[in-house]
């Protein structure tokens, strides 16, 4: 009889347990679903948050072509800080300083007017749903298609973060004068590969640069650099560090307005404006990349694709992490 009772409550003990196990798997992965981002995330709850975000986007750019440019390089200036969280869009507040007045982004970064117009038309329509995040990784996108540039599948779900972080931006940031060894490692600590930033400084084919990230490069004279570029691009630069520092030249002479490869046979032609843009065609491991985007396009366009979106998935705060700002340059 002694035996049977045990046997009785050693059943009971393993129904518990099994039980308690079922529920704590049905809580796992109701939680992994509820925190996996997509492209369908606001289907039901703002099913035209897209479409608003675009004409937002689409007619700020018809104003001003170079904004293209500003908001594709807004949307990986947040993602390489703390992921892509809209810290890069907060003001200063009584707790945190903003990242806006962090060396890579002072005066120099912009957009941030045109995403929290974007943010604000949403509100409209769904207050409370859409997140800055969101708002700035469908704004990157649309910026880039307004340029004749390449379409990708945006994931959605992202939520916004709760302060600002300038120090990491101040160290994580790629600067303009970096090696290739130090740009392939920023970008592998960020899960991206050696092919995914060069597909990604593709971008530099639109947008502009100002005289004193270049200055150096263009006065060189050193055989990494084309001297008749060197000397056309000194006019709106000149040597004396007191002056001009702000002027800004194309960083594809070429069609700077336009999304197309011609920034990888500027590279070739040993034309880049950057030092850290010429580094990716300097007799380094990434030589091959550069010369294959030069000959082909499309395969440029698909990898600039599918990098942004391995760029998007760095870091999302999602589910009940952070929140959903009202206003993106302000915590909620």
Not at 139 to 145: G, M, V
């Amino acid at each position: 009889m002694a035996s049977m009772n045990w046997n009785s409550k050693s059943t009971i003990s393993f129904t518990f347990v099994n039980a308690a196990l079922c529920l704590l798997l049905v809580l796992h992965f109701t939680t992994t679903c509820e925190a996996t981002l997509s492209s369908k995330f606001y289907d039901k709850t703002c099913p035209n948050a897209i479409s608003t975000i675009r004409s937002s986007i689409r007619s700020a750019i018809s104003r001003e072509r170079r904004m293209a440019a500003s908001l594709i390089r807004l949307h990986f200036h947040d993602c390489f800080v703390k992921g892509c969280d809209a810290s890069i869009l907060l003001d200063d507040s009584s707790t945190f300083t903003s990242e806006k007045n962090a060396l890579p982004n002072r005066n120099s970064a912009r957009g941030y007017e045109l995403i929290e117009d974007a943010k604000a038309k949403v509100e409209k329509i769904c207050p409370g749903v859409v997140s800055c995040a969101d708002v700035l990784a469908v704004a990157a996108r649309e910026a880039s298609l307004a340029v004749s540039g390449p379409s990708w599948t945006v994931k959605l779900g992202r939520r916004d973060s709760t302060r600002a972080y300038p120090d990491v931006a101040n160290t994580d940031l790629p600067g303009f004068t970096e090696s290739l060894d130090r740009l392939i490692s920023r970008f592998g600590g960020k899960g991206l590969s050696a092919r995914d930033m060069v597909a990604l400084s593709g971008a530099h084919t639109i947008g502009q640069a100002q005289c004193f990230t270049f200055r150096n490069r263009i006065y060189s004279n050193t055989s990494d650099i084309n001297a008749s570029f060197a000397r056309s691009r000194r006019s709106r630069c000149p040597a004396a560090v007191t002056q001009g520092s702000s002027n800004l030249a194309p960083l594809e002479l070429v069609t700077p307005n336009s999304f197309d490869n011609n920034y990888f046979k500027n590279l070739i032609q040993k034309k880049g404006l950057l030092q850290s843009d010429q580094v990716l065609f300097s007799g380094g491991s990434t030589d091959s990349i550069v010369s294959e985007y030069s000959k082909n396009s499309a395969r440029f366009r698909a990898d600039f694709a599918a990098a942004m979106v391995r760029m998007g998935d760095i870091e999302p705060l999602t589910g009940s992490a952070g929140q959903i700002r009202r206003v993106c340059s302000a915590v909620s």
